[in-house]
C-alpha cells in the first residue's frame, strides 16, 4: 500500500508564493469557492487562467474581475457571450472547445490546477496535469473514479502532486499527516450526511422531484453532485477516490452517517485512536487548504462553536434505500473497468433525472443493470477508458 503522503516530492519541491493558478470550472460551485479564497489573499496567487464550461457570461464577469491572461469555454454559444460581456481595455487570450482545458492545464507557467470541471469531461484535463508535473487541487472525483490507475503512474513519473479538495478526503489527507507508514492505518472513515431522503424508505423514493433531490440539507453544490448526494452515489464515487489517493483495498473504507456534516471523516490508526477533522462545512476550507499547502491561512467562514451545535450523531447508511454506495463499493471490487461504467451510467442517469425523463430510483436500476450487463475489458490507457465512457453512455441513452 501507497499514500500520497509517501508518493510526494519533498514539500521544498512544492512552488513558491505567490502560486499562479489556473481554474478549470471557474463558473461552478466550486470555482466560485475557490475565488473567494484567492481573492482574500491576492498576495499569495496569480489567476492566470480561468476557463468555464457553456456559461460564457458568468466567466466574463469572473475574467473582469480578476483579470487572467488566459480564458476558456467549451461552444461557440459561450464565446460569443463572453466576448459580448468582457469590459473594455481588456482581452485575455481565449481557447475554445474540450482541448483548451488540457492545454490551460499542461501550460508553462501555471503552478497549481484546480480540477474542478464536474464528471467525466474533467478526467483529462487532471490527466495533462499530472503529466505535465502540476500541483493539482482536485475537486474532479470523477478523474479519479475513471482512470485513478493512470493518473497515479503518471503523477509517479513527472512529480506531479495530488491535494485532495473534496472535503472528506482533505480531512483524511489532513489526518493522515506525519504518519507516514502504511502498516500504521487501520481504515478510514468517510462521513456522509445522508443527504435530503436520509430515514426514508426505498419505496418512498419512487415520487420524489427534482426539487426535493436538489435541496442538500448542509452544502450548497453544483447540480449533478446534488443529486448524487440524494442518491448515496456520491459517498460511492468517494470511497472508490479514497482507495486511488490513499492506495487501500475498499474493505479499509467505511462510510458512517452523520447528519451534521460537522466532522468530514475520519483515519483510524492501528492503536485505536481515531483522529476526526471538525469544521463548518464550506468548501472555502478544503480549497484554502490545498492551494496554500502546507501554509494554513485564514477564511472567512464562521467558527465552529460546539456548544451551540450541541450533538452530533451518527447512523449506519440504509443500502437498501440508496443502493448506489454498495455499487459502486462492488464495481471497485471488480476491477478498473467496473467503475468507468458506473460513472458513465450515473452520468447519463442523472442527466435524465434531471430533464425529467425517469424516476430517483431509476437511476440506480439503470446503473445496476450496466453493471450487470458489463464484461470487464482492459482501460490501460486513456484512450481505452474514454472508449469504454463513450460507448456506455450511447447504450444507456438508447435504453432510457
Ligand atoms: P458545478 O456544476 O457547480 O460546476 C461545474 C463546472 O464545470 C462549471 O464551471 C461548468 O461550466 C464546468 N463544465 C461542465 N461541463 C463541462 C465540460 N464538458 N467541459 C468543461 N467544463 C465543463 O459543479 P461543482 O462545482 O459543484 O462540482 C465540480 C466538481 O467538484 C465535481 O466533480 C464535484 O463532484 C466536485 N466536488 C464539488 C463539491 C461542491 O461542494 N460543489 C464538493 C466536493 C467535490 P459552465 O457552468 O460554464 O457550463
Ligand atoms: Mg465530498
Redo the contacts with the bound molecule.
Keep these: 500500500m501507497k499514500t500520497y503522503i509517501s508518493l510526494w516530492p519533498a514539500a521544498a519541491s512544492l512552488p513558491e508564493f505567490p502560486r499562479s493558478v489556473a481554474i478549470?470550472?471557474?463558473?461552478?460551485?466550486?470555482?466560485?469557492?475557490a475565488l473567494k479564497v484567492m481573492d482574500r489573499h491576492r498576495d499569495l496567487f496569480t489567476v492566470t487562467a480561468l476557463?468555464?464550461?457553456?456559461?460564457?457570461t458568468?466567466?466574463a464577469e469572473l475574467c473582469a474581475t480578476f483579470r487572467p491572461p488566459f480564458a476558456a469555454?467549451?461552444t461557440d454559444a459561450?464565446r460569443r457571450d463572453f466576448l459580448a460581456n468582457l469590459p473594455a481595455g481588456y482581452s485575455p487570450t481565449l481557447l475554445v472547445g474540450?482541448e483548451a482545458?488540457t492545454e490551460l492545464a499542461a501550460m508553462d507557467g501555471v503552478d497549481i490546477v484546480l480540477s474542478?470541471?464536474?464528471?467525466a469531461?474533467?478526467f483529462e484535463p487532471t490527466l495533462a496535469a499530472a503529466r505535465a508535473g502540476k500541483m493539482i487541487g482536485l475537486?474532479?472525483?470523477?478523474s479519479l473514479v475513471l482512470g485513478g490507475h493512470i493518473i497515479r503512474s503518471a503523477c509517479h513519473e513527472s512529480g506531479a502532486v495530488v491535494l485532495p479538495?473534496?472535503?472528506e478526503h482533505n480531512a483524511l489527507f489532513q489526518g493522515l499527516q506525519g504518519h507516514g507508514r502504511d502498516e500504521e492505518i487501520s481504515r478510514l472513515i468517510l462521513t456522509a450526511s445522508g443527504g435530503p431522503f436520509r430515514g426514508r424508505s426505498a419505496q418512498s423514493l419512487a415520487g420524489v422531484t427534482r426539487a426535493q433531490a436538489l435541496a442538500h440539507p448542509n452544502?450548497?453544490?453544483?447540480?449533478?453532485?446534488?443529486i448524487?448526494s440524494a442518491t448515496l452515489m456520491?459517498k460511492g464515487?468517494e470511497v472508490i477516490e479514497a482507495c486511488h489517493l490513499y492506495g487501500l483495498p475498499v474493505s479499509m473504507v467505511h462510510v458512517v452517517v452523520h447528519p451534521q456534516s460537522i466532522i468530514h471523516s475520519l483515519v483510524e490508526y492501528v492503536d485505536g485512536s481515531q483522529l476526526a477533522h471538525l469544521g463548518t462545512p464550506d468548501?472555502q476550507v478544503p480549497i484554502a487548504h490545498c492551494l496554500c499547502f502546507p501554509r494554513r491561512v485564514e477564511v472567512d467562514v464562521p467558527r465552529l462553536d460546539l456548544a451551540s451545535t450541541g450533538s452530533l450523531t451518527f447512523e449506519e447508511p440504509d443500502l437498501e434505500a440508496f443502493p448506489c454506495l454498495r455499487l459502486a463499493r462492488e464495481a471497485f471490487d471488480a476491477g478498473p473497468s467496473h467503475p468507468v461504467v458506473l460513472n458513465a451510467a450515473n452520468e447519463v442517469a442523472v442527466d435524465a433525472f434531471l430533464d425529467g425523463r425517469i424516476g430517483f430510483t431509476d437511476i440506480a436500476a439503470t446503473i445496476g443493470a450496466a453493471l450487470d450487463r458489463h464484461a470487464a475489458t482492459d482501460v490501460s490507457t486513456p484512450e481505452t477508458v474514454l472508449e469504454l465512457d463513450r460507448e456506455v453512455r450511447e447504450k444507456i441513452r438508447h435504453s432510457i
Design positions: 478549470l470550472g471557474a463558473t461552478g460551485s466550486i470555482g466560485a469557492s476557463a468555464g464550461g457553456r456559461n460564457g458568468r466567466l469555454v467549451l459561450a474540450p482545458y474542478s470541471i464536474v464528471g469531461a474533467g475537486a474532479n472525483k470523477e479538495v473534496d472535503s452544502w450548497s453544490m453544483g447540480a449533478k453532485i446534488s448524487d456520491n464515487l468548501m
